[in-house]
T-cell receptor
Framework: DTGVSQDPRHKITKRGQNVTFRCDPI?????LYWYRQTLGQGPEFLTY????????KSRLLSDRFSAERPKGSFSTLEIQRTEQGDSAMYLC???????????FGSGTRLTVV | KNEVEQSPQNLTAQEGEFITINCSYS?????LHWLQQHPGGGIVSLFM???GKKKHGRLIATINIQEKHSSLHITASHPRDSAVYIC??????????FGKGTSLLVTP
């Protein structure tokens, strides 16, 4: 296991289209997090899963955003009807629990044109 | 929400200099994290600490719980240390709360 994988690395989409990102965490990590980072800012929390349960969602996660983690393994983040303001780096991280460090993926950079 | 402030925002140093990046936060935490982010986005966890001091190679991280303050030191800095260094805190909840980062450039 080489770490947290995110796919795709880059995505360019037209405004109004739907996009889906995938995150494969480290296999023994039961916690999975999605963050969004815009230029010059630190990452902002979007949502958190413990196993397959989505336990927390940020107010940043509007109705156009949905995340799933079926069977507590990989996770997907879908954005419907993309807007230019959705352009950002979407980061996934996983951990065993809150007492251990986090491992981050390389992120998916979304550009909405 | 825990407010996390980092200073400086930008830092340029010459190779070999001793570097200090500071982080302060507003409410009690369970742990503080120092992370490194290179251009292109990948984030690497450097340290997680809840008290005292940790050292790894040329990197040293300290935390003062009473003062709600942490520092990241880089000794004998090198151009390959150039990156954004981010401080993040975790409470008893789930998510990390991040600072905006300190952009470090080390020139030869």
């Amino acid at each position: 296991d080489t770490g947290v994988s995110q796919d795709p690395r880059h995505k360019i989409t037209k405004r109004g289209q739907n996009v889906t990102f995938r995150c494969d965490p480290i296999s023994e990590h039961n916690r999975l997090y999605w963050y969004r980072q815009t230029l010059g800012q630190g990452p902002e929390f979007l949502t958190y899963f413990q196993n397959e349960a989505q336990l927390e969602k940020s107010r940043l996660l509007s109705d156009r955003f949905s995340a799933e983690r079926p069977k507590g393994s990989f996770s997907t983040l879908e954005i419907q009807r993309t807007e230019q303001g959705d352009s950002a780096m979407y980061l996934c991280a996983s951990s065993i629990d809150s007492f251990y460090g986090y491992t981050f993926g390389s992120g998916t950079r979304l550009t909405v044109v | 929400k825990n407010e996390v402030e980092q200073s400086p925002q930008n830092l340029t140093a010459q190779e070999g200099e001793f570097i200090t990046i500071n982080c302060s936060y507003s409410v009690g935490i369970s742990a503080l994290h120092w992370l490194q982010q290179h251009p292109g986005g990948g984030i690497v966890s450097l340290f997680m600490l809840s008290s005292g001091k940790k050292k790894h190679g040329r990197l040293i991280a300290t935390i003062n719980i009473q003062e709600k303050h942490s520092s990241l030191h880089i000794t004998a800095s090198h151009p390959r240390d150039s990156a954004v260094y981010i401080c993040a805190v975790s409470n008893s909840g789930y998510a990390l709360n991040f600072g905006k980062g300190t952009s470090l450039l080390v020139t030869p």
